[in-house]
């Protein structure tokens, strides 16, 4: 069944771009809905699978999409903070710049 | 079987009828996701900085969502359509998201950037002026050192013309300071007037009084023993007064002068033969150091 297969790897590629110790509520959901899937599978209830595997598809997706976008807000927070520091420590040296002879 | 949706059969005026049949088959439904799949949708379009940054997902997320507001026969159609046009608005909304912080992270690089060539513009200014206080340090040291330098010549030349000066006024240096002494020939026997021929050495003296303003002179006249003590005494007098005059008529301060007459006792030479006692007749001038 392709629903199953383009969940899996989509499955795939969110664990792949996982935010470290960010816990993902679409992953895990996606995860679910794909073993659900395979037990419906199992019994043949073969819509309510391919609906499950569109469903687990589709939380995988927005896991992949949120988990890219948070990286790089933090790359930007990390970003913003250093140029922060880096302009207070120049904000520091300047004035006993001045006052050597 | 009558159709459930658009046929003219469900137009029929007897609405009781038309319930009861209805109820037979399953009536058209929306899920209420679908709903909140708009709510979200429109919600995401009228953000301006996300609105146009995921424009084919939200092309994607807009289809999802029509498809979702139609309504279905079956509840779990509707449902899973719903579902979707949700997910599709959430990934759309998390894609624009990124682009956005993907656009902020370039003008953060840029005024890091920014920070950075402040930073080194500032080092930069901070070794210039290092650079230029040792600079300054290292010529006034010269500076320093040439002046100390003319001024040692100058001291130099300073000593070198005032040796000359005491040569020329034919002085020797004593422990009582420079001693001039001038002979008999600037008087006339028994006078206390100036010759005309004193004026060259004692001219010569003005000249150095002149140019060392600061020292004093002590003139002292000396007789021989010839004649009595206290008329030797008091020419000795006039003749240390009339040298005194003399440079003061030349223009040399009174109170830097004092004329002493010392008579026959201080001989420097014997008063038994003439050439001893012409050495005795003198005015011996004391220059102070």
């Known amino acids: 069944m392709s629903a199953l297969r383009d969940a899996e790897s989509a ?5 792949a771009v996982r935010v470290a110790n960010y816990p993902s509520l679409e992953l895990t959901e996606a995860r679910q809905k794909l073993v659900a899937a395979h037990a419906a599978v199992a019994r043949e209830e073969m819509t309510l699978a391919s609906r499950l595997a569109e469903q687990a598809r589709l939380d995988a997706e927005l896991a992949t999409a949120i988990a890219e976008t948070i990286k790089i807000q933090r790359v930007n927070e990390e970003m913003r903070r250093g140029t922060e520091v880096l302009r207070q420590e120049l904000e520091r040296q300047r004035p006993t710049t001045e006052n050597r002879p | 079987m009558i159709p459930c949706r658009n046929s003219p059969a469900s137009r029929v005026a007897f609405a009781a009828v038309l319930s009861a049949v ?3 088959c399953a009536s058209a439904v929306k899920d209420p996701g679908a709903d909140r799949a708009r709510a979200a949708l429109l919600e995401l379009q009228a953000d301006n900085e996300l609105a146009t940054r995921a424009p084919v997902a939200i ?11 139609q309504p279905q026969d079956d509840p779990a159609v509707a449902k899973q359509l719903a579902y979707v046009a949700e997910r599709r608005v959430a990934i759309a909304k998390a894609l ?7 656009d902020q992270l370039g003008s953060l690089t840029a005024e890091r950037e920014k920070v950075l060539l402040g930073a080194r513009t500032a080092e930069a200014e901070m070794a210039r002026q290092r650079a230029r206080t040792a600079q300054d340090r290292a ?8 002046s100390q330098q003319a001024a040692a010549e100058e001291a130099r030349a300073e000593t070198e013309m005032l040796r000359k000066q005491i040569e020329e006024l034919n002085a020797r240096p004593t422990d009582r300071g420079l001693v001039m002494t001038l002979g008999d020939v600037l008087f006339a026997t028994g006078k206390a007037e100036l010759q005309t021929g004193a004026r060259n050495s004692l001219d010569r003296l003005v000249g150095f009084l002149e140019r060392y303003p600061e020292r004093t002179a002590v003139i002292e006249g000396h007789t021989d023993s010839a004649g009595s003590e206290s008329y030797n005494l008091e020419l000795s007098q006039r003749r240390a007064d009339s040298v005194r005059t003399y440079l003061v008529t030349r223009g040399i301060s009174p109170i830097r002068i004092v004329a002493q007459g010392k008579g026959e006792g201080y001989p420097i030479a014997s008063n038994e033969t003439a050439a001893g006692r012409q050495q005795n007749r003198r005015v011996e001038i004391i220059i102070s150091d």
């Open chain 2, 22 to 24: 209805l109820a037979g």
């Open chain 1, 11 to 15: 499955i795939v590629r969110a664990e």
């Open chain 2, 96 to 102: 624009a998201e990124r682009r956005h912080a993907e």
């Open chain 2, 59 to 69: 092309r994607d997320a807009e289809n999802a969502v029509r498809a979702a507001e």
């Open chain 2, 139 to 146: 010529q006034s040291a010269l500076d320093e050192a040439r």
